[in-house]
Every structure is written in C-alpha cells, then in structure tokens.
C-alpha cells in the first residue's frame, strides 16, 4: 500500500495532466477544433508520452522483473509514438490544418512540461562484469603518454587567457581543447606548437572554421581552429582544392612530405570562421585521437596568471533511487551555496538524507577580474574526514565524447539550473576522470553510517592550484 501511495505523489502532476489534457480534448471539440486532429496530435504526442510514463512506473513496482522490464520497454517505445505523432502532425498540416496542430501542439506540450516529474533513475545492480577488466579498458590507454609535454609551445602570442577550459559543456560532447583569447580580435600569428607535419588541413563554414591538425614525431597531434587564414603555401593548395571541388568545405589527410613544419613556425593567423567569436581553439591529442588536457603541461599552466578560487554556486542532491530521500522526499534537491568572510562555502541549512544520494556541483572559475567563467579542473570529496571521490579532467577517450550525460547533469541543465558537474560515478560512465575508483564511488549510502550529523567537504581546484571547500552538514535519520 505504502508503495501505492508512493506512486500516486510521484506522480501527481502526470494524473493532473491526465485530467488536464481531457479538459483540453473537451475545449478543442467546444471550439470546433477538427476531429481528427485532437485526436491524433492530442492524443498521440500528449497523452501517451505522459502516460507512458506513469504506465512505465507502474511496471517498475513490480517486484524483481519491474525495473528491469520498466527499463528495457521505456525509451525505444516513447521515442515511436512520438515520432508518430509527429508524423500525423506533418500530415495533418500538409492537409491545411496548421493552426489547429500548432494549438493542439501548444496545449500538449503544456500538459507535458506541467506534468515534469524528478526523473526515472531505475538503477540496475552491478552486473557480471568484474570491475577491474573494466577500469583497466577505461584507464590503460592513458597510463603512458609518450610525449614530452614540456616540449609544446604556447601557440599564439594573443594572450594566455582561456575562455574555455578542456572538458567544458558542450551539449552534444565535451569540449575537447582549450579556446583561448583573441581580445576578440583576428589576424594574430598562430604557432606551430612542436615540429613535425600538417596531416590534416579542414575547412567548413560552421564548427571550427579553417583548422589544421599537426602530426609530431612521437604521434601526438595539436589542433589550431578558426583560423582567418593559413599560411600562404597552404591557402595556396586549399583554394585550388575547392575550385576543383567546387566547394567551400574541404577535408585533406596529408603524409609527412606536404608541409613540414618546425616548432614555433607561423602556420596561420587567429580568426572567427566556424561558429564562435574571434578566438584560437588549441587540441592536444595522443597518436589515438585521444583529447589529452594541454594544462597537463607544466609550461603551459605556468603561464596562467590566476590567483581567484572556483566559486561553489550550488549544489545539488539527487535521490538515486526510488527509496532514497532528501528532507523527506524523492526529488533533486537544488541550493544556493553561501560564502562566508574567510571564503569559505556553506550551505544555510542542514541537509537531511536517506538511502543513497548523488552530489553534483555548479562551480565556475575565472582568472582575475576576466568575465570568462570556465569549469574547474578538478575534485576532491570527503566524508567526515574519509575521501569518497576524487575525479580531474585530463583526457577524453575520442569515442566516448557522447559520456558528456554521465558527468554533467543533464536534467539540471536543461531546467536551466546550470552546468552541474557529477560528484559520483553512475553506472555506465566510461571516462577515465577518477583515478581508477569504481562505479558507484560518490555515492552516499546512508545505511552505512551512524545515525547524527556528518560532514561532507567539497574541494574545487583551477589549474594553478587555488583551491576552494564546500562545507556541507548531511543529517542521517534512524
Ligand atoms: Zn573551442
């Protein structure tokens, strides 16, 4: 029963909106709405899509088979009906019944937003899959890099302010370089970081504009994009390669003997093309395409001029599963964080938890008295002393740049609460931020400690090592 009436208070606002969107059908027939329309736009891209999602929650309170079966039926099916109902949209507006979709549409897509819950975070026990062979796959291919990182040359004499750090949000992928200031101006000489060759020359009116792509004797590459212009020999070839395309974008792998180039050669000058203001996006990436954080080099961090904290904004609690609470409730839990004279962050309240509960973080760094806000580089988390979580934005495996959801907070984003970083290791994340910790770590598991208050400590650190603590006071009840 208590089960029952956890589902009706999960989802209240989808019953409303079941109630809702009956109002509506009723509304659209009293107007003159066609028929036809109500029915399938109405009905398809509204009410089933929410009440999927109720219907899928029922499932999941099935014992044992519920989650598992919830999870597996959710998305592909959601995903159909709503294309469907998209489908019936275009039809029905092809046929000369545009305002009446876009009404419908309008008053669906009201419904749906009404009836937001939390989220559905079924969470499936560990799986036959022993950790270790795991995290070896993850970490193994960044254990050595063979370059000599000291040897890479700052690639514009423009300025070393970053606008943007190495691993920053981006909403498909996560920022694979450094972008770093123009003073929104073009034409600065960009350097050829280290010797070696041109391998690739691209060239596209959108993303990163006129790029080029270094190969260095130990395999390593470094990237320069939005440039206003290569250097003459290559623009040289690039035009002639249009002309014959006849096309503006271009992508040319090329071999060792087309461009050599030697560190601290001008290979182009900073521009705008691609999308973006004026400013030098640089990549360092190992022999794989692995993205590799340029700040891993000493040189290169010693040339930031920065003494401000990463500022803690808010914090965030999630439930993580369906039994966990945070004061009381199932929910994501968002505060602001406050600041005290000595700099240090708090939270105005205790946090009341139960079950097991996920942390993420809005935190932002700037160098001094620039506007530019860049993530932090790195965590550290403790409880009552012990560290929990540890995680550092070095490298990004070429092939799992899509794990963009499993460290940022997707839904947190979307409500447009910021870019909350993820103090915890779900299930599924395959980036190698974590110094080897195991799915899971992160996680506060309540059952585990002592009824009373607990300590929870979050420290932020830039890249030039100042660092700031998030004090937080968990409550764990009997
Ligand atoms: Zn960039």
Redesign the pocket.
């Known amino acids: 029963m208590n089960r029952f009436r956890r589902f009706i208070t999960n989802y209240q606002f989808s019953l409303l909106a079941w109630l809702l969107i009956a109002i509506l059908v009723i509304a659209g027939f009293h107007f003159g709405v066609d028929k036809k329309v109500i029915a399938f736009v109405v009905l398809l891209v509204g009410i089933i899509g929410q009440a999927f999602a109720a219907l899928i929650a029922w499932i999941a309170l099935i014992p044992i088979a519920g989650p598992i079966l919830a999870q597996v039926l959710s998305m592909p099916f959601v995903w159909t009906l709503n294309g469907i109902g998209y489908l019936l949209s275009i039809s029905a507006i092809k046929r000369g019944y545009s305002k009446d979709v876009i009404i419908s549409s309008t008053l669906a897509y009201l419904a749906f937003t009404l009836s937001a819950e939390p989220r559905h975070h079924l969470v499936l026990s560990g799986g036959d899959r022993t950790p270790d062979t795991r995290i070896e796959e993850i970490y193994a291919p960044f254990d050595t890099l063979r370059t000599d990182l000291e040897d890479y040359r700052w690639p514009t004499n423009a300025s070393t302010v970053i606008?943007?750090s190495f691993a920053?949000y981006r909403r498909t992928h996560f920022?694979?370089?450094?972008?770093i200031s123009t003073n929104n101006q073009r034409g600065h000489p960009v350097y050829a970081s280290r010797g070696g060759y041109v391998s690739r020359i691209h060239v596209s009116r959108r993303g990163?504009g006129k790029m080029l792509f270094l190969r260095h004797p130990d395999g390593f590459l470094t990237a320069y994009?939005?440039l206003q212009k290569f250097k003459d020999s290559i623009e040289v070839v690039v035009k002639e390669l249009q002309k014959q395309n006849k096309n503006y974008a271009l992508e040319v792998d090329l071999d060792s003997t087309a461009f050599p180039v030697d560190k601290g050669d001008v290979i182009g000058h900073s521009g705008d093309t691609g999308t973006?203001g004026a400013?030098l996006?640089?990549?360092l990436r190992d022999s794989s395409m692995n993205p590799i954080n340029p700040f891993l080099s000493r040189h290169f961090s010693s040339l930031l001029r920065d003494d401000e904290r990463p500022f803690f904004q808010r914090i965030a609690f999630t439930a993580i599963d369906r039994s966990s609470r945070i004061h009381g409730k199932w929910r994501v839990w968002v505060v602001d964080a406050r600041r005290s004279q000595t700099g240090e962050f708090f939270l105005n309240r205790r946090v009341h938890v139960k079950g097991s509960i996920g942390i993420s973080v809005r935190v932002w760094d700037r160098s001094n008295a620039l506007k530019h806000r860049t993530g932090p580089h790195r965590f550290e988390v403790f409880l009552d002393g012990a560290q929990i979580f540890t995680s550092a934005k070095k490298f990004i495996p070429a092939t799992e740049s899509r794990q963009i959801a499993t460290y940022y907070d997707r839904p947190l984003v979307k409500k447009r609460l910021g870019q909350f970083e993820k103090l915890y290791i779900e299930s599924g994340n395959r980036l190698p931020f974590y110094n080897r910790l195991p799915e899971g770590a992160g996680i506060i598991e309540t059952h585990d400690l002592q009824p009373g208050p607990h300590e929870l400590t979050i420290h932020a650190f830039d890249l030039s090592g100042n660092q700031s603590v998030l004090r937080v006071t968990l409550m764990i009840g009997k």
């Open positions: 606008t943007s920053d920022h694979e370089g450094i972008d990163y994009a939005h973006g400013h996006h640089f990549e």
